[in-house]
């Protein structure tokens, strides 16, 4: 299974857009990587998705690069409610299961 | 619309008491089903998962157990809690074990074993 590697921490302004690093250098030609975050005491939450090309949602966008060996999260305009814990998962092919790691906490500051 | 109610909110439990925590899922049929433990300050640990009723797989081996009773329907248990049980509780479903599942979570139950 491929693992994620994040930093621990990010600050970003407030308005701001917000670049979330992630490697995932031993990824499989079919797995997928997600992203989810979760702030404090919540349950974490759906943000996107991708396989092999950039892919945009209502939340964020999701770039990985072509060897696939790691994406980038962009918040384009960063508000206060966006800090949060913010996780990187490469899919495991089997089970259904997603496996979290530690994650970037991102603070975004007035 | 599909919701997932989890409960107690929060939880305080002496050291070698039994434990059960439930989770249903509304509004799909035959979800997956996961139950996540996060220990403060760390990420998600996957504990269990089950794709039926009945069908439980163990990620981690430890004195918690799970059993899915009914289809939309997860329990968490343990019969002698330890502190190391403390810690933020999360179900979560899903549908589809396909490459494009999502996970959907609850709400969580923080429960501290003293």
């Known amino acids: 299974d491929a693992k994620t590697t994040q930093p621990p921490s990010m600050d970003c302004a407030e308005g701001r857009a917000a670049n979330l690093p992630c490697n995932h250098s031993?990824?499989?030609?079919?797995?997928?990587v997600y992203w989810y975050r979760q702030i404090h005491s919540q349950g974490p939450q759906y943000i996107i998705h991708?396989?092999?090309n950039n892919e945009t949602n209502e939340m964020a966008s999701l770039i990985i690069t072509e060897d696939r060996k790691s994406s980038t999260l962009i918040l384009p305009h960063a508000t206060l409610r966006d800090t949060a814990v913010y996780y990187c998962?490469?899919?495991?092919?089997?089970?259904?299961?997603?496996?979290f790691g530690q994650g970037t906490e991102l603070s975004v500051k007035p | 619309s599909q919701t997932i109610h989890q409960w107690p909110a929060t939880l305080v439990q002496p050291v070698g008491s039994p434990l059960s925590l439930e989770c249903t899922v509304e509004g799909t049929s035959n979800p997956n089903l996961y139950w996540y433990r996060q220990a403060a300050g760390r990420g998600l640990q996957l504990l269990f998962y089950s794709v039926g009723i009945g069908q439980i797989s163990s990620e981690v081996p430890q004195n918690l157990s799970a059993s899915r009773p009914q289809d939309r329907q997860f329990i968490l248990s343990s019969k002698k809690l330890l502190l190391s049980d403390s810690g933020f509780y999360l179900c979560?479903?899903?549908?589809?074990?396909?490459?494009?599942?999502?996970?959907?979570f609850g709400s969580g139950t923080q429960l501290s074993v003293l």
């Open positions: 998962i490469v899919r495991v092919r089997q089970g259904g299961k997603l496996i």
């Open positions: 991708g396989l092999k």
């Open positions: 031993t990824i499989s030609g079919n797995e997928y």
């Open positions: 979560a479903w899903s549908v589809s074990a396909g490459p494009n599942e999502k996970l959907f």
